[in-house]
């Protein structure tokens, strides 16, 4: 026999003003299950909840309803009151008299009253039919995946790492860096990229608490938030690196010649190569397309010149497993590819470039020195025109959203052009000046005042070839006029786009991803670094363009984040989610397809006890469901109850009226 | 339908029962199910900004409109309730993703299939209510009273409750 | 329309082949030309299996029980049948290697009045949708028609149907027939038998029957393959099919003109969405 | 022996006579048998739209329902701007029929209209239809030596979702063709840019500069003469040129021709088939190149990093 008690609050005014708050609790005595009914000027405030604790002990109270204020105003308070007195939190219902009462009907007392009334008979119904819950806790293990080792993916490996959680990072290339690597200055300070970068990556490689794996890709991702487990595939190197020392001689005996993708094509690399001299790890790896010994079976040069004898043609590709509780993906970006622009000549036209094959030029690690030149000619060019928006701002033959970057390195590409050659003259071509950040503005005056760079705003219609010279032709909105420059080299601000892969990456990781494939945040403003699964979480680029300080700070962002879902050994989680009740489940798994979080999985129990035979039932994966009750409403047969919303706890709720 | 509820006017009488007419001072009750992340926050913004609205109402809290199995509504008709009003978050904006889309279905065939037994289509409404939309709950919620007002009280089916 | 010779021969060849443990389809009734289930083991039975326009059960239905777990079983089906089986194999209710689907494309059968009978005349598919041999030359997909009783209801003033519903739940005498005779529901135990539901809806009156009879067809609306096996089996000879043909209309006319189980993996009409589904029902 | 419906358009039966002309010769060695549409009309070119809507679509409708008539599957129109509106106006009516039943009510007399041809600038249809290699297996006289730059003008590619052909931006059908004719195309940036059509009567200062444009690059590009595939084009390229080098003081002298002019050459027709004395640049200083060897382009010295960056795999 269930015993109730019931506490009516006055709020002060608020409600005792319209609801009658003596008469109903009148009322509320008079049905069977309530043994106590007491009013209170404020059931909050502290006497207010020691009348309850004391009620609940002296009255041996089963359940407790609370008329008062919205639940999602003080719920937690109350449930806090029970368990203080020693009864299980969940035993609480809380009736809403206030926001669905009394400030809703001040004009009619007597409505109001008896709806008060009403709506603590619901709770009282309700309250019967509660069970006791327990907070539910999910084991965490406490190893964070980072996918992607650029800046992004290096920051938020550190961050977590030094907090002494273990790191596997997967990196798809030979060495870490990313993007970052590949660029000369960084604006808007011009401090040397490569300087400021290497040192994150030497940290990465040495730091106790990272599990560095190259040249490798995670392809599959089981589990929920805490305890996933994924699967990464090592693609064959053909070096051992355990016994490779990376002096290189290989790379220099190697015949085969391939265009240098580190480079931008720009010039070649070995079949057997490190991407760059500062890679990390400085370990070669062998180019299976190109490699002659893997293609036709003859050259092994390398091999023969090995000292440690650490070339392994034999060597396949290799799958291990990691457990892991959380997961930030830092993929970085692409660069758009500006072949629709006919009207330039790209793709005709050796001269025309883009901004990062200029990057490379002018990097003074780069295919050429530190000095750009003309692929044409390898002459060195006077006037270099650059065209921003290639791509970005363009729904005709592009996408639609700003590259947000590409203002800011178009100005150090002019200011470096400066440097790198100073009878030059740079000529942008822009559309809007986008400077937003600290020190970008000034950063851009500088490209216009001290290298004299010549903004132009306004659209290229048109490049033509007269002699060995491009004709650039361009509005220039300024004046208003038609405008044409005769340039030795046109590089292109091509745009960011999403990596090509991320769709795919996307569907095996279970996170959804927007029309351009960047990966989607849980809310665009207060949930900027969780993706909708939890235990997922997203740096840099692979969310949208960023600049680095952006990303870094992002990637820190994430890694504060995995912390503090690793701060326990378990996680808590409401305990108000579905259970299956495997005599009722027959196994057609309609809850499995409705389920919106995959929170639903099928296992297979003997069809009757100690039989052999085996039936399919649906099995609820306590970490993972939220508690929405989309499979209880599908279940036909009932296998399904949602703990805190169970039908006979509503079903009471309709009959007590 | 309609020109029946129109002839309605001073003595209420029952769509459904139209030999029985409303004792005096009749009110219906209206049982409310409403999604706790963006219905129930909305009708507690209606409260904290004081709209006001007919009391007819009665409040029931659930996580997700797809939460509603289509026999609380009969079972609401059957027992208590003259008429019922269900609300969630509109469509994209569902807490639970797309709770909502598998509820609006559902929806759709119930409200069709008991009109077609026999129950007034306005017995039965949906409403997507957000919870930053007090004022709309208090529309719908007299919109909602004031059409099953006109219907008149509802019997059928009620002649044993169990 | 008589395969009885095609399926004894095949019959015989799956027994033969110890392809199947047993095999289930018509007999004749010994009293008159109706014919019932037939279900057998035994290959010497094999010459009594008949199928004339007068097989009229959804034979899918004995397949209910976990039998194609263990056994394999031969199996023939008209259009509607394949649909709910279908169905049966998409909600992992039968191993689709364990059944042998004999699919014939059905020229319609006939009812106790020996005229055609409704559901056939406005069948949409009377060929199988899945059947490892086919009997017959399919005659492809028909057009959708609205039910004439339903249409016939709609013209009713709200009342009078009210009043027309009440007699049919009034005359429901709770037996259940329904349920077991229907090829779908096949649950490990009805939500009407557990206690939430019993609690408030056990009595047999015809508010209960209404709740049963309405959760009934809500459970099979988008999946209900209007094979009529619930008509047959009811002692009060209740209209049982408008429930599921409003159901049906409704889902047709608003969802993708969705029908049930007409493709592989398709679980009925509420176990998918799509954004472009009607909204203007709601406030 | 395929059957073509011909819209020659008004400019060919006057400015353009030479186009006509050597388009049905061409079209016999190809094997085609062109069909005029009888009694066709002005397609409203660029004044039609300006007046009212209707006009505009009534006009070309009524030239594609008589060539329906005609129950060929293809149509080929000789000028770009008639091409441009044809087909243009076949995408709307197609993509909207309540208004197509609109227009056609109004020439009603000329028959229904039903959208079934297929419509193809000359260009179009040899390039497409009858192809490179049967094109190639007629020449007779090829134009080795002949540099030529291919001028398409605005119309013949653009815009893209009306034309269906070749790149809007850098079409080289044009060029192929020459190419299979012998000659060398060369490469011509302003092969799409506008000449000004539509100012050619009323304010020639524009034509002048824009067309002016177009002959600097043609002649930067080396050709001895332009080819093209539109009479308006031909005329402005053609007719203003002297006043051009005179504004300018630039000497271009570069003939505009036809490409069935060069193909009629190809072909193996006189000289005089061509009805070379209409146009005002003479032309046979160019065809004079017609048999030279054209010597290889001397090679730019290149600094050996650009060398590395060229280098083969080994």
New interface residues.
């Given amino acids: 026999m269930a015993r109730v008690g019931v506490f009516v609050c006055y709020c002060g005014a608020n409600i005792a003003g319209v609801v009658d708050v003596p008469a109903v609790v009148q009322e509320a005595k008079k049905i069977k299950e309530v043994k106590i009914a007491i009013e209170y000027k404020y059931m909050c405030s502290d006497p207010g909840q020691q009348m309850i604790r004391d009620a609940i002990v002296q009255n041996r109270l089963t359940s407790v309803v609370v008329a008062a204020c919205?639940?999602?105003m003080h719920e937690k308070t109350f449930r806090k009151a029970l368990s203080d007195a020693g009864m299980n939190p969940y035993m609480l219902e809380v009736a809403?008299i206030?926001?669905?009462?009394s400030?809703?009907?001040?004009?009619?007392k007597k409505?109001?009253t008896?709806?008060a009334i009403?709506?603590i008979r619901?709770a009282i119904g309700k309250s019967i039919a509660n069970e006791q819950l327990h907070e539910i806790s999910v084991p965490v293990t406490k190893r964070a995946l980072v996918i992607g080792g650029g800046i992004a993916g290096i920051q938020a490996a550190l961050d977590i790492a030094d907090a002494r959680i273990p790191v596997t990072l997967v990196e798809k290339s030979p060495s870490i860096g990313g993007r970052m690597a590949q660029l000369d200055e960084t604006f808007p300070t011009l401090d040397c990229s490569q300087c400021i970068l290497t040192p994150k990556m030497v940290d990465v490689a040495s730091h106790p608490y990272i599990e560095l794996i190259p040249y490798s890709e995670v392809i599959e991702l089981d589990g929920y938030v805490g305890n996933y487990k994924a699967k990464i595939k090592k693609k064959a190197s053909y070096v051992d690196f355990s016994t490779c020392t990376g002096c290189g001689t290989c790379t220099q005996k190697c015949?085969?010649?391939?265009p240098n993708e580190f480079n931008m094509n720009?010039?070649?690399r070995k079949a057997i190569y490190t991407p760059f001299p500062q890679a990390v790890p400085n370990k070669p790896v062998i180019d299976a397309e190109?490699c002659t010994m893997l293609l036709k079976g003859k050259c092994g040069i390398c091999a023969k010149f090995c000292e440690k004898g650490s070339i392994n043609f034999k060597m396949v590709d290799e799958v291990i497993e990691r457990e892991i509780g959380a997961v930030v993906i830092a993929t970085g970006y692409d660069l758009w590819d500006p072949k629709p622009y006919?009207?330039y000549?790209v793709g005709?036209y050796k001269d025309i470039i883009t901004s990062l094959e200029f990057e490379r030029m002018v990097s003074a690690s780069g295919?050429?020195n530190g000095v750009p030149?003309r692929?044409?000619?390898?002459?060195v060019p006077r006037n270099v025109v650059f065209i921003k928006c290639i791509g970005s701002r363009d729904e005709a033959k592009g996408i639609e959203y700003c590259s947000k970057i590409c203002c800011m390195y178009t100005a150090k590409h002019a200011i470096l052009l400066h440097h790198k050659v100073h009878d030059s003259h740079a000529y942008i071509f822009y559309m809007d000046i986008r400077a937003a950040g600290k020190g970008y503005e000034e950063f851009v005056k500088r490209a216009q005042v001290e290298t004299a760079a010549t903004y132009l705003r306004g659209r290229v219609s048109?490049?033509?070839?007269?002699?060995?010279k491009l004709m650039v032709r361009g509005e220039d909105a300024q004046i208003g006029q038609v405008v044409e420059v005769e340039a030795d080299l046109v590089v292109l601000a091509t745009a960011i786009t999403a990596p090509k892969d991320n769709p795919a990456l996307a569907r095996l990781l279970g996170v959804s991803y927007d029309k351009y494939g960047y990966l989607s945040e849980a809310h665009p403003k207060l949930r900027p670094v969780e993706t909708?699964k939890a235990g997922i979480f997203l740096a840099g680029c692979t969310q949208a363009p960023k600049d680095i300080p952006d990303t870094v700070a992002q990637a820190s962002a994430c890694a504060a984040k995995v912390c503090g879902l690793f701060s326990g050994d378990t996680m808590k989680k409401d305990p108000?989610i579905s259970t299956i009740n495997n005599?009722?489940?027959?196994?057609?798994?309609?809850c499995v397809?409705?389920c919106?979080?995959q929170a639903i999985v099928t296992e297979e129990i003997p069809?009757g006890p100690g039989s052999k035979?085996m039936?399919?039932v649906a099995k609820i994966n306590e970490g993972v469901c939220?508690?929405?009750?989309?499979c209880?409403?599908?279940c036909?047969?009932?296998?399904i109850s949602?703990a805190g919303?169970t039908?006979?706890q509503?079903?009471n709720?309709?009959?007590?009226? | 339908m309609e020109t029946e509820v129109k002839e309605v006017k001073e003595k209420i009488v029952s769509v459904e029962n139209p030999g029985i007419t409303a004792p005096n001072g009749w009110q219906p009750v209206i049982i409310g199910i409403l999604c706790n992340w963006c219905s129930y926050a909305g009708s507690d913004l209606t409260g904290t900004s004081r709209i006001q609205y007919p009391p007819n109402i009665r409040i029931i809290r659930v996580p997700c409109s797809s939460r509603v199995d289509p026999w609380f509504i009969i079972k609401s008709l059957q027992t208590t309730a003259d008429g019922v009003l269900i609300s969630g978050c509109h469509p994209g904006d569902c807490h639970y993703i797309s709770g909502n889309y598998y509820a609006r279905r559902r929806f759709l065939v119930t409200k069709k299939l008991l009109n077609f037994v026999g129950y007034h289509e306005n017995r039965v409404q949906f409403s997507w209510v957000s919870a930053a939309e007090g004022p709309k709950f208090a529309k719908v919620v007299a919109k909602v009273t004031e059409d099953i007002k006109k219907l008149g009280p509802l019997y059928r089916y009620k002649k044993e409750n169990f | 329309m008589d395969y009885s010779k095609q399926i004894q021969e095949i019959a015989s060849k799956l027994f033969a082949e110890n392809k199947i443990d047993y095999f289930v389809g018509y007999k004749q009734n010994s009293f008159d030309d109706s014919q019932v289930p037939f279900l057998i083991t035994d290959p010497a039975e094999i010459p009594k299996l008949v199928f004339t326009d007068r097989s009229v059960f959804n034979l899918a239905n004995y397949l209910k029980p976990d039998h194609t777990k263990r056994k394999r079983v031969g199996l023939v089906v008209k259009g509607c049948d394949s649909r709910a089986l279908n169905l049966l194999l998409t909600e992992g209710q039968v191993k689709r290697e364990n059944v042998y689907i004999i699919g014939v494309c059905c020229e319609g059968v006939l009812n106790d009045k020996r005229e055609k009978a409704q559901n056939c005349v406005e069948c949409v598919m009377p060929d199988p949708v899945v059947y490892d041999e086919m009997l017959g030359t399919p005659s492809g997909k028909k057009k959708y028609t609205v039910n004439v009783d339903i249409k016939e209801l709609a013209k009713m003033a709200l009342n009078e149907r009210a009043d027309y519903f009440e007699s049919i739940f009034e005359n429901c005498i709770r037996c259940n027939a329904c349920r077991h005779s229907c090829p779908l529901c096949y649950c490990a135990k009805c939500c009407l038998d557990q206690e939430t539901s019993t609690l408030y809806h056990g009595a047999n009156t015809s508010s209960g029957a209404m709740h049963a009879l309405m959760t009934w067809s809500l459970h099979l609306a988008g999946r209900c393959v209007d094979c009529r096996n619930c008509e047959k089996a009811c002692p009060s000879h209740l209209p049982l099919h408008l429930l599921h043909k409003q159901n049906e209309n409704v889902i047709y006319e608003n969802f993708q003109q969705h029908l049930a189980g007409m493709e592989k993996d398709d679980r009925g009409a509420f176990y998918k969405y799509s954004l472009s589904d009607p909204d203007d029902f709601i406030l | 022996m395929n059957k073509l419906t011909y819209f020659p358009g008004c400019s060919a039966h006057g400015t353009s006579e030479e186009f006509d002309h050597t388009l049905k010769l061409v079209m016999k060695t190809l094997d085609v048998q062109m069909e005029e549409i009888p009694d066709w009309n002005c397609c409203g070119a660029t004044s039609a739209h300006v007046m009212t809507e209707n006009l505009a679509l009534a006009l070309p409708m009524r030239n594609l329902v008589l060539a329906e008539r005609l129950e060929n599957k293809t149509m080929g129109i000789a000028c770009a701007s008639c091409y441009s509106r044809m087909k243009g106006t076949k995408k709307h009516l197609d993509e909207n029929p309540e208004l197509a039943r609109k227009i056609n009510s109004t020439i009603i007399d000329e028959g229904k209209y039903k959208g079934t041809i297929d419509i193809k600038s000359m260009l179009q249809y040899c390039y497409e239809e009858i192809g490179l290699e049967a094109i190639k297996s007629k020449v007779t006289k090829p134009l080795t030596g002949l540099k030529v730059a291919c001028y398409y003008g605005c119309l013949l590619t653009r815009p893209k979702d009306v034309t269906l052909f070749d790149s809007p931006e850098y079409p080289m059908s044009m060029d192929l063709l020459m190419e299979a004719l012998g000659a060398k195309a060369m490469e011509f940036d302003y092969k799409t840019e506008c000449c000004g059509a539509s100012f050619s009567i009323s304010d020639t200062e524009i034509v002048e500069s824009l067309s002016g444009k177009i002959l600097e690059v043609a002649k930067e590009s080396g050709a001895h003469l332009i080819v093209v595939a539109c009479p308006l084009c031909q005329s402005n390229l053609d007719m203003r040129q002297p006043d051009i080098e005179k504004h300018t003081g630039k000497k271009f002298d570069l003939p505009v021709m036809y490409f069935t002019q060069l193909m009629a050459l190809a072909f193996g027709y006189p000289e005089k088939e061509l009805k070379l004395p209409k146009h005002i640049v003479p032309v046979e200083a160019a065809l004079k190149h017609i048999g030279e060897a054209i010597p290889e382009p001397e090679k730019v010295k290149k600094t050996p990093k650009a060398v590395e960056a060229e280098s083969e795999v080994e």
């Fill in positions: 919205s639940p999602r809403n206030r926001e669905h009462s400030w809703v009907h001040q004009k009619d409505a109001a008896d709806k009403d709506l619901m015949p085969v010649k391939v720009l010039d070649k190109h006919e009207e000549g005709r295919p050429t030149i692929p044409s000619d390898g002459k048109k490049i033509y070839k007269k002699g060995d909708a108000m005599e009722f489940c027959s196994g057609c798994q309609n397809k409705v919106p979080y069809l035979e039936r399919i939220q508690g929405c009750g989309s209880v409403a599908v036909r047969s009932m296998a949602l919303f039908d006979p509503i079903i709720e309709i009959v007590a009226i």
